[in-house]
């Protein structure tokens, strides 16, 4: 019902900033929670941070808590993740998924995400 493109992740140094962007395509991406998820190489996929369908409310990982921010824009059919402070070990696959819901409830777990993009590599350098 939806397709995900994430776009840009890369290479930065330790300390550095990255923001990442998720576009949907559709006419119905307000009714989608969102979410962002990293896979780092041999370790299982795991939360980042979601946000609701209107924006209103957010839930991030402690792991990420006071570096990394997400919000979305409706209007133009992306949900941003904007990482600060970034460290080694953000280094990962980060992945943009979607929840097609009426309510508006943060969906945090990965089990209840249905559509998901192809993932993008951020890479932090010591």
């Known amino acids: 019902q939806v397709q995900l493109v994430e776009s840009g992740g890369g290479l930065v140094q330790a300390g550095g900033s990255l923001r990442l962007s998720c576009a949907a395509s559709?006419?119905?991406?307000?009714?989608?929670?969102m979410g962002w998820f990293r896979q780092a190489p041999g370790k299982e996929r795991e939360f980042v941070a979601a946000?609701?369908?209107?924006?209103?409310?957010?839930n991030v990982a402690e792991s990420v808590k006071g570096r990394f921010t997400i919000s979305r824009d409706n209007a133009k059919n992306t949900v941003y993740l904007q990482m600060n402070i970034l460290k080694p070990e953000d280094t990962a696959v980060y992945y943009c998924?979607?929840?097609?819901?009426?309510?508006?409830?943060?969906?945090?777990?990965?089990?209840?995400?249905?559509?998901w993009g192809q993932g993008t590599q951020v890479t932090v350098s010591a």
């Open positions: 998924a979607g929840h097609l819901t009426r309510t508006m409830a943060v969906v945090s777990r990965l089990e209840e995400y249905d559509y």
């Open positions: 559709g006419r119905t991406f307000s009714r989608y929670a």
């Open positions: 946000i609701s369908r209107s924006g209103g409310s957010t």
